[in-house]
């Protein structure tokens, strides 16, 4: 297997599990022959969490399974410390939640799960293993490649002048990210989806779409146009 | 508590909507605890933002009101509402009183025990998605509520047809492209 990898965080995880795309997410992994990551905190949301909950428990369990197949993977695999991404973590939280400051102080906007995936992606860029970001949430999105467009977002949102540390938010730039909807349409494409029909990759853009990836209308039509 | 003059009018505004019955302005004015909850953060305001929607919720359902045990849930909602009044005026916080309405209110025997729960449950998810809507992300806005991403994602996702890619965005191609690159 090649030293490339594909971070999950935890949006886009949930878009495939929710859209019963287990499958595609282990044909995929073949396919790309790298590793399909995902951080310890990260695991807490997709997995610990739902299993405490029967209403998502198979969802828990079904995304354990992948895990216990390796189609999922923790950060040693490419020989990076659970250590090492504590403190990556603990980095990008301070900056990405002390970037944005209304007249009451700093807007906290991610969490744990977010801000290793972004430390974990730091680390193996450092070390020259390509790698990219799967992000179906908008926020994270946002902070790494429209700053400006989500300081305007929440200027709109919560009624408020927000200043923006500029210089703080370049640590973000060198990320690259994609998300589910793309991986779908990859899968499409290598003819790795296990359901045929005519509609189908619609079908799974829309399904993707409201389970929780971002995906404006514009976006959908062209993804149609591409089939 | 942050902002405790803005909560101290919606939960003044709010008891008087709840004696005209008027359900459509507690609505509005658990729209403006989304702003707050979204700044602030803070557990005691997001609790505003829970309670105020739950109330809402709880008044418009016509049916719930011919459930054994309505009069006393309903009379508890009064108390609670006066409470936090009057300790909001006298500058103490409130926290604590909103923990225990809500233990108190959702402590009920019969059929109606589920109904509020549920509603409960619905608000927090109805005020996480405002959260998320107003920029913050969404695990670290589940993480507020305390609900799963699942949930919220689910929820999040029923609402994004308004949702445009912003200038500077990535396009739909170039992800496609990135991907493409690091499959070969």
Redesign the interface.
């Known amino acids: 297997m090649k030293d490339k990898a594909i971070i999950f965080d935890a949006s886009t995880i949930i878009s495939f599990a929710m859209a019963c795309m287990y499958e595609e997410l282990r044909k995929l992994q073949k396919n790309f022959g790298g590793h399909f990551i995902i951080t310890r905190d990260v695991k807490k949301e997709i997995i610990d969490k739902p299993m405490q909950i029967p209403r998502f428990q198979l969802e828990g369990i079904k995304l354990q399974e992948l895990v216990n197949e390796k189609v999922l993977e923790f950060p040693d695999v490419l020989g990076v410390k659970d250590s090492e991404i504590n403190i990556g973590t603990k980095k990008v939280m301070d900056i990405a939640n002390s970037s944005f400051v209304d007249n009451r102080g700093k807007i906290k906007l991610i969490s744990e799960g977010e801000a290793s995936c972004v430390a974990l992606s730091q680390i193996l860029n450092a070390r020259k293993i390509p790698n990219v970001l799967a992000i179906d949430e908008r926020t994270m999105r946002s902070l790494c490649e429209t700053p400006d467009g989500l300081k305007k977002h929440l200027e709109r949102k919560m009624h408020t002048k927000i200043q923006v540390k500029k210089e703080k938010l370049h640590f973000f730039k060198e990320f690259k990210i994609i998300r589910s909807v793309e991986l779908a349409y990859i899968a499409y494409k290598k003819g790795l989806i296990g359901t045929k029909g005519k509609n189908i990759l619609s079908s799974l853009v829309n399904a993707l779409r409201f389970k929780g990836c971002s995906i404006s209308n514009d976006e959908i039509a062209e993804i149609k146009k591409m089939k | 508590m ?1 902002e405790v003059e803005n909560i101290l009018r919606i939960f003044e505004e709010a008891k008087d909507a709840i004696n005209e019955g008027n359900t459509s302005k507690i609505r509005a004015l658990s729209d403006h605890t989304n ?1 707050t909850a ?4 803070d557990p005691d305001n997001i609790a505003v933002a829970v309670i105020i929607y739950s109330i809402s919720k709880f008044l418009e359902r016509e049916n719930y009101k011919s459930y054994p045990g309505w009069k006393k849930f309903y009379k508890n909602i009064i108390v609670y509402i006066d409470k936090i009044i009057s300790e909001l005026k006298n500058g103490k916080e409130v926290g604590g009183t909103l923990k225990s309405m809500r233990g108190e209110i959702e402590n009920i025997s019969g059929k109606l025990r589920g109904y509020i729960h549920d509603v409960f449950r619905k608000a927090e998810i109805n005020k996480a998605s405002k959260i ?9 806005t ?2 507020l509520l305390g609900i ?7 929820y ?3 609402k ?2 308004n ?11 170039q ?2 492209k ?3 690159n ?2 070969r």
């Open positions: 942050k702003n979204s700044r602030t953060q998320y809507e107003h920029g913050i992300s969404l695990e670290k589940a993480n799963t991403m699942f949930e919220l994602a689910g999040a996702g029923q994004q047809e949702y445009e890619l912003e200038a500077n965005e990535k396009s739909l191609k992800r496609i990135i991907l493409d690091i499959f």
